[in-house]
């Protein structure tokens, strides 16, 4: 992968990458390959880089030859932080992303609202960062550089069609004018919201779509403000009608204001029209006097829709092109990298084989599943900020209008902002003891402050590409038959690492074990595991399976089961 160095547009920081085509024998791509993936935005270069963690490379194709221009997605959750962990591009966005706790909700030039996501001493990481989508873009193509030879982005190249055989499948190419094909096993669409294979497969998103219009608008702005969510309902500046704003790096701030449901969209997106609101809405948040340089202009339209089953054959579908939510809640881009997640490790086992393909009916049953939920938010905050019907205006405005002196009802303008899916129903769940507390088998391992041979780390640094035994143990004893089991499953396929956290102790490790020191006491108390326990989590930090005692019958006879049906 080559680039050259980057040019300055405005505020933007893109790198320009010179299409390139294949080693071809006539018209086809003299390799065959395992994965390509249509789509080098977010979703589709983060698919890229979690096969590249269990060694299986992908071929990119993305059609445009630089990153995306625009703010478009610009809130990271913490969630998909610890996805970028896993994915080795954390540390430039926590270096460039603003971090933010909560936000302000006004009516009018009132607050009624002051909310707060959940944080405390345990977390490793801010609850949200806001950064630019072409920010998270260029992060992801440089991890994605560190992969020498699993990676391979093919910029200016547009996948135009495709045939499906029982074994792969064959694919048309067009790069710089010229057509040409090649061979994959697996095709991963990650093409967007208007995702061209799921046009040709005559797929069609299914779900709510509202009429109101909002226009987006990124401006240059030296604001003093503080790093938060602003909304307003019903606004001097936007009479009956609402405005979000966030600060991105770089002093740019987005806006997103409503137009009226009947409003022309060209009319409303020309330059002058926008300036002239912007102008209106900074001169009644006091920020007016300050210069300012408009930057990008689009417009959004909500929906929450998905498709039934995000696997067709050999082509999986993930991120936009798999569903749409709104943006309130900030759950696209965040369910998109949950996506490839799920998808990364599940797909690399049954390359590997390690799994048959039913694995992948999970990725299927559980991700839909996170649609439903993240869709039953997404909704409400969408409603509440643009009432679909005059009756459902008339409730808000009603509750708008009682929310100063009623703190219950401010909750009503919560954002609902994006949370952790869990997956009680998974098919890869299996039974779960009576634990007084703690993650469920489908829900993700929580975070807390631990000590290893290295220093201070926290919970989820020893998660990676590998299932995960964590075994409780005041004084690191481990049963001598668990002991025995797990010594035998070193070096099996898949991965599995053994790591004992005990209450004292001097932390250490070797081939087989990695003793962690619960200094703070703080991962037992969470985890229900004060007496002793024994966590099975799944490379993408979701518990497996969880057991009270290490000399339980069934641990034992789920590890005596292992590694074959590790991943199944």
Same mark, same amino acid.
């Given at each position: 992968m080559?680039?050259?160095a980057?040019?300055r547009i405005?505020?933007?920081?893109?790198?320009?990458h010179p299409?390139?085509? !294949?080693?071809?024998?006539g018209?086809?791509?003299?390799?065959r390959h %395992?994965v =390509?993936?249509?789509?080098?935005?977010?979703?589709?270069?983060?698919? /890229?880089?979690a096969l590249?963690n269990w060694g299986?490379?992908?071929?990119v194709?993305?059609?445009?030859?630089t990153?995306c221009d625009g703010?478009r997605?610009?809130?990271i959750?913490?969630?998909?932080?610890?996805i970028?962990?896993?994915l080795d /591009?954390?540390?430039?966005?926590l270096?460039k992303g603003?971090?933010?706790?909560g936000g302000?909700?006004f009516?009018r030039?009132?607050?009624i $609202?002051?909310?707060?996501m959940?944080?405390d001493?345990?977390q490793? *990481?801010p !609850?949200?960062i806001?950064?630019?989508?072409?920010w998270?873009e260029?992060f992801?193509v440089?991890?994605?550089a560190?992969r020498?030879g699993?990676?391979?982005?093919?910029?200016g190249?547009?996948l135009?069609g495709?045939?499906?055989h029982p074994d792969?499948l064959e $694919?048309d190419a067009?790069?710089?004018?010229?057509?040409y094909?090649l061979d994959a096993?697996? $095709?991963i669409?990650?093409?967007g919201?208007q995702s061209l294979?799921?046009?040709?497969?005559?797929?069609k998103?299914e779900?709510?779509?509202?009429n109101s219009?909002? =226009?987006i608008?990124d401006?240059?702005?030296?604001?003093p403000?503080p790093?938060?969510?602003?909304?307003?309902?019903? !606004?001097?500046?936007?009479?009956?009608?609402?405005?979000?704003?966030h600060?991105?790096p770089?002093d740019l701030w987005r806006i997103?204001y409503?137009?009226?449901?009947d409003a022309?969209?060209?009319?409303?997106?020309k330059p002058?029209n926008?300036?002239?609101?912007?102008?209106?809405?900074?001169?009644f948040?006091?920020e007016?006097?300050?210069?300012r %340089?408009t930057?990008?202009?689009?417009?959004?339209r /909500?929906?929450?829709?998905t498709?039934?089953?995000y696997r067709?054959?050999?082509?999986?579908?993930?991120?936009?092109?798999?569903? +749409?939510?709104p943006?309130?809640?900030?759950?696209g881009l965040?369910?998109?990298?949950? #996506?490839?997640?799920?998808?990364?490790w599940? $797909?690399?086992?049954?390359i590997h084989?390690?799994s048959d393909?039913s694995l992948l009916?999970?990725y299927?049953?559980e991700r839909?599943h996170?649609f439903?939920v993240n869709a039953? +938010?997404?909704?409400q905050?969408t409603e509440?900020?643009?009432p679909?019907?005059p009756?459902?205006? *008339?409730?808000?405005d009603?509750a708008l209008?009682l929310s100063?002196?009623?703190s219950a009802?401010?909750?009503?303008?919560? !954002?609902?902002?994006?949370?952790?899916?869990?997956?009680?129903n998974?098919?890869l769940n299996?039974?779960?003891?009576a634990?007084?507390c703690?993650p469920?088998p489908?829900?993700?391992?929580l975070?807390?402050?631990?000590r290893s041979?290295?220093?201070?780390?926290?919970?989820?640094?020893l998660?990676?590409?590998?299932w995960?035994i964590?075994v409780f143990?005041a004084?690191?004893?481990?049963d001598?038959q668990?002991?025995?089991?797990?010594?035998?499953l070193?070096?099996?396929?898949?991965?599995?690492?053994?790591v004992?956290?005990?209450?004292?102790?001097?932390? #250490?490790g070797?081939?087989?074990r =990695?003793l962690?020191i619960?200094?703070r006491r703080?991962? /037992?108390?969470l985890h229900g595991? #004060?007496?002793?326990?024994?966590?099975l989590i799944r490379?993408?930090?979701h518990?497996?399976g969880?057991? *009270?005692?290490?000399?339980d019958?069934a641990?034992?006879?789920?590890?005596r089961k292992?590694?074959t049906?590790?991943?199944?």
């Amino acid at each position: 992968m080559q680039t050259s160095a980057p040019r300055r547009i405005g505020p933007f920081v893109l790198d320009e990458h010179p299409a390139r085509l !294949p080693a071809m024998i006539g018209k086809r791509d003299a390799s065959r390959h %395992k994965v =390509v993936i249509a789509g080098g935005g977010p979703v589709g270069l983060a698919c /890229a880089l979690a096969l590249a963690n269990w060694g299986i490379a992908s071929v990119v194709l993305e059609a445009d030859t630089t990153v995306c221009d625009g703010s478009r997605a610009i809130c990271i959750s913490r969630r998909s932080l610890q996805i970028l962990q896993r994915l080795d /591009a954390l540390d430039a966005h926590l270096d460039k992303g603003l971090p933010w706790l909560g936000g302000r909700t006004f009516h009018r030039e009132r607050e009624i $609202l002051h909310f707060t996501m959940p944080n405390d001493e345990d977390q490793k *990481l801010p !609850p949200m960062i806001n950064i630019q989508q072409y920010w998270i873009e260029q992060f992801l193509v440089e991890a994605a550089a560190r992969r020498s030879g699993l990676i391979d982005i093919r910029w200016g190249t547009t996948l135009t069609g495709f045939r499906q055989h029982p074994d792969g499948l064959e $694919l048309d190419a067009r790069c710089e004018a010229t057509d040409y094909q090649l061979d994959a096993d697996w $095709l991963i669409a990650a093409d967007g919201g208007q995702s061209l294979l799921r046009k040709q497969l005559g797929l069609k998103l299914e779900g709510v779509g509202w009429n109101s219009k909002f =226009v987006i608008v990124d401006v240059e702005l030296p604001s003093p403000y503080p790093t938060e969510r602003r909304a307003w309902f019903d !606004p001097p500046s936007n009479p009956g009608l609402t405005v979000l704003m966030h600060r991105q790096p770089d002093d740019l701030w987005r806006i997103d204001y409503q137009i009226p449901d009947d409003a022309d969209m060209d009319e409303a997106l020309k330059p002058a029209n926008v300036e002239a609101f912007v102008q209106r809405h900074l001169d009644f948040t006091g920020e007016g006097s300050l210069p300012r %340089k408009t930057v990008w202009i689009s417009a959004y339209r /909500a929906g929450a829709m998905t498709l039934e089953t995000y696997r067709h054959g050999r082509v999986l579908f993930a991120g936009n092109a798999a569903h +749409a939510l709104p943006i309130f809640g900030v759950r696209g881009l965040n369910s998109g990298l949950d #996506d490839a997640d799920n998808l990364g490790w599940k $797909l690399a086992a049954v390359i590997h084989g390690w799994s048959d393909q039913s694995l992948l009916a999970s990725y299927d049953a559980e991700r839909l599943h996170a649609f439903r939920v993240n869709a039953a +938010a997404a909704i409400q905050s969408t409603e509440f900020m643009a009432p679909p019907t005059p009756g459902a205006r *008339l409730m808000r405005d009603a509750a708008l209008s009682l929310s100063l002196a009623h703190s219950a009802i401010s909750q009503l303008a919560n !954002p609902r902002q994006t949370s952790v899916i869990t997956y009680e129903n998974s098919p890869l769940n299996l039974p779960d003891d009576a634990f007084e507390c703690g993650p469920v088998p489908g829900a993700a391992l929580l975070e807390a402050p631990v000590r290893s041979a290295d220093g201070e780390c926290h919970l989820t640094d020893l998660l990676g590409t590998h299932w995960t035994i964590l075994v409780f143990s005041a004084d690191a004893w481990l049963d001598p038959q668990l002991d025995e089991r797990l010594r035998q499953l070193q070096g099996k396929s898949p991965p599995l690492r053994t790591v004992v956290i005990a209450a004292t102790g001097r932390p #250490d490790g070797d081939a087989y074990r =990695v003793l962690i020191i619960d200094h703070r006491r703080r991962a /037992a108390a969470l985890h229900g595991a #004060d007496s002793g326990a024994v966590y099975l989590i799944r490379p993408d930090g979701h518990v497996a399976g969880r057991w *009270l005692r290490q000399d339980d019958p069934a641990l034992l006879e789920q590890m005596r089961k292992l590694p074959t049906t590790l991943a199944v």
